[in-house]
């Protein structure tokens, strides 16, 4: 590990570490290789229930993939603020076999009825507020994600299809014990409008109205009845009589939505080759849009690989270049990623070496950059993006015997989607991820504009990493909205240039610097209601050392300390011996274990 603390003068004087990085291979170029079988797989996942039925899947002789659908099926039991049924997913799947990496694309998908101003209130023309449009009808996308795990399971399943729900199945009947997690944000969104909906209501309040406790024993029998439904038919949310009631609830009070059972069944998942390029002398891959976490991680590490970040190490020097970097990747991103089915997304021109060799050259070691802008890596006008943040999500990993390769990040967007249940699971509220704007304030269309059929952007990142000869590495990310990326990037810069182990990247402090401002943890600050609801009295302190905030501070940076930087990232490692090692964020409730 490497700890170069640096002082505001040492940094003001210049960073000398950081003017001759080595010089970048100009013909480097993604290589994925075959990798030896570990033997043995491994589970993260954020939830010790969803990790116990991904590995006993494995156990069984599934796949990683098999193995994934359990782990989905569970965490929408067990976690059901986060992500579920209802909801949609990006995948990346390492085949060892073929030395093939995949991305596949669950996101949900935007009804034909949908419009550009339907997130705008009527008199002013300005977004409604925020449990308007979370809550509404309007929110809800047509949802993505067990059907992607089908397409999936198509690809790589060992197992019938069906055959590993059989466990979640169970707990939803037997019922499970409310985590400390699930528990607090019962409470912390209970003053708003999760009573609403008659179905929220009796699920996720007791008899006399309160929140669920921690502890409480819950069981979900609608819920198992809808997993035996997706076990006959995996697309029984897109079809039937489970997908009426759907459209029925989308069509309630207030702001009814347009979703209709053509939408449903117009809906498919799609399968490209995932997005991968070279940071050094390794390779990343991550989703394709409409996830924009591939092309701003990449955009990130892109950047830095014109600096010495190994010399600069986790420091003030390490964390202002992280920074700065982040600040120039958002720009792009929130500029120009969207559904590529509507918009061109210049990808190739935003991950090019040269381009981001420029975009470094804005960065000075001793000062901010004063005016963050996209830049113009291809000619392209877009509107200038405002798309609000709702930090959610999931994000599970697995490696099966063979050393076939899942990172998976799964939503159904903010806290408790929609709020709105059906058939024991919760509906999504993704559509809010669209822009609510069409047009920006000089007229331009923007990008993540919403669209009939279109896809929402999303911040999700799953990502696997490839070493020096192509061969698995270790995977990667997180939950946390459009945090995700900078949750994400730092893990790779800690593993890769700081020589962390996975645990120790994890637990890095999070730094995220998006829009002008540069939010983190930081060293002896407590959010009381953060610590106690979302992460448990008691929980670990993260953060930087004061010191290090104070020199970046002294540079420019207009720095937000914050105690409630959740991250729930998850990681799987390949040591030299084949092994497995993995880490969970003890910032949530994760666990990485082996069959």
Known sequence: MKYLFLTTAILLAGCKGVESPPAADDSAAPKIAATPAPK????????????????????????????????????????????????????????????????????????????????????????????????????????????????????YGNLDWGAQLAGSIKLAEEGFRVSPRMAGMVTRMAPYILKNDPEARAYFFTDDGEPLPEGF????????????????????????????????????????????????????????????????????????????????????????????????????EGWHLFAEASFLAYADRDKYVADTNFVEVPVAAMLDKAYLKSRADLIRPNAVIADVKAGDPAGFLQGQDATPDTPGTSHFTIVDKDGLTVSMTTTIEGPFGSQRMVRGFLLNNELTDFSAYEKDSDGVLIANRVAPRKRPRSSMSPAIVFDRDGEFLFTTGSPGGNSIIAYTAKTIVGILDWDLSPQEAIELPNVIARNGTLRMEAQNLRDAETDELDRGAGAKEFGLAEDIVSALEGLGHKVRRSGGETSGLHIIYRQADGSLIGGADPRREGTAEKP
């Open 40 to 155: 043995t797989g491994m589970v993260a996942a954020a939830n010790p229930l969803a990790t116990q039925a991904g590995l006993k899947v494995l156990r069984d002789g599934g796949s990683a993939v098999d193995a994934a659908i359990a782990v989905q099926a569970t965490l929408g039991l067990v976690e059901p603020q986060s992500s579920g049924l209802g909801g949609g997913a990006f995948m990346v799947v390492y085949d060892p076999k073929a030395a093939k990496v995949w991305a596949y694309d669950g996101r949900e998908e935007a009804p034909s009825g949908a419009a550009a101003e339907m997130f705008l209130d009527a008199e002013t023309g300005r977004p409604r507020s925020y449990f308007q449009r979370t809550g509404s009808g309007q929110a809800t996308g047509t949802p993505g994600a067990i059907v992607m795990l089908h397409m999936a399971h198509q690809d």
């Open 217 to 316: 024993l819950r069981d979900n029998q609608p819920y198992a009845d809808t997993l035996r439904a997706i076990a006959e038919n995996p697309r029984a949310l897109l079809e039937g009589d489970i997908a009426r009631d759907i459209i029925a609830k989308v069509a309630a009070e207030p702001f009814p939505g347009t979703l209709t059972l053509a939408d449903m069944a117009a809906y498919q998942p799609r399968k490209t080759e995932a997005l991968c390029t070279p940071y050094r002398a390794h390779t990343v891959c991550g989703a394709q849009p409409p996830a924009s976490g591939g092309i701003a991680v990449q955009s990130i590490l892109g950047t830095l690989e014109n600096f010495d970040m190994s010399a600069a190490g986790n420091s003030a």
